[in-house]
């Protein structure tokens, strides 16, 4: 079974502008969240969505959103990006089976760097 | 708040050496715990977990913890280190009803040949 895919992995942008990353899960898996990573804050929690909805939300400005399609892919958008928005930006997906609690399957992140 | 402390940044260790990494939780009920390791430009992997049950858990690559729920704790331990475990080790914790994990700063784990 295919793993968490991201695309695409490595991106440079300029401060002001926005980009969007997307994430296809775990073939069966109906939850996608989204992970900031940095050296200074380590990993941050940014959001959670499962059937198409949002769940959870971090502690993040408005700039960053995201959505997720009924085929359970994911996307994340940073708009106006600033300088502090270079990060790995990691997704992860799980079953997400009702009653029961499952793991996060990582993938590889997408490495972003704003100029 | 729930957090994860995992208090050593840097640990060295030898090759064949055995190896434990230190994390501590805080969270009011009985948390699910999580070990992931992180190879250089890479995603995380999940080493093992702990949900409920036999406090002793094990993992892949010979990896296994223990949960203390007396120390809050869940330490990850190896009887003998390979060069390839060199990585970055990170704990989290996800409570009941949100997959938002929180995840301990993590620890760099240097093996000397």
């Known amino acids: 079974k295919a793993g968490v895919t991201q695309t695409p992995r490595y991106l440079i942008k300029t401060r002001g502008q926005q980009v969007t990353l997307s994430c296809s899960p775990i073939?069966?898996?109906?939850?996608v969240s989204w992970y900031q990573q940095t050296p200074g804050q380590g990993l941050q929690f940014l959001f959670e969505?499962?059937?198409?909805?949002?769940?959870n939300k971090g502690n993040f400005p408005g700039r960053f959103s995201g959505r997720q399609f009924s085929n359970s892919r994911s996307e994340m958008n940073v708009s106006t990006l600033e300088l502090g928005d270079s990060a790995l930006y990691l997704c992860?997906?799980?079953?997400?089976?009702?009653?029961?609690?499952?793991?996060?399957?990582f993938g590889p992140g997408t490495r972003l760097t704003v100029l | 708040a729930q957090s994860v402390t995992q208090p050593d940044i840097h640990i060295t260790v030898s090759e064949g050496a055995s190896l434990e990494l230190r994390c501590n939780y805080s969270?009011?009920?009985?948390?699910?715990l999580f070990w992931y390791v992180q190879s250089p430009g890479q995603g995380l992997q999940l080493l093992l977990k702990?949900?409920?049950?036999?406090?002793l858990v094990q993992g892949i690559k010979g990896f296994e913890a223990e949960f203390k729920r007396s120390q809050s704790s869940f330490n990850l331990r190896k009887p003998s280190v390979h060069w390839s475990d060199a990585a970055e080790y990170f704990c989290?914790?996800?409570?009941?009803?949100?997959?938002?994990?929180?995840f301990g700063t993590g620890t760099r784990l240097k093996v000397l040949a």
């Open positions: 702990y949900f409920s049950g036999d406090t």
């Open positions: 969505y499962f059937s198409e909805t949002q769940r």
């Open positions: 989290a914790v996800g409570t009941s009803g949100t997959y938002k994990y929180i």
């Open positions: 969270y009011g009920a009985t948390p699910y």
């Open positions: 073939s069966g898996h109906r939850s």
């Open positions: 992860a997906s799980s079953i997400r089976i009702g009653g029961s609690y499952n793991e996060q399957f």
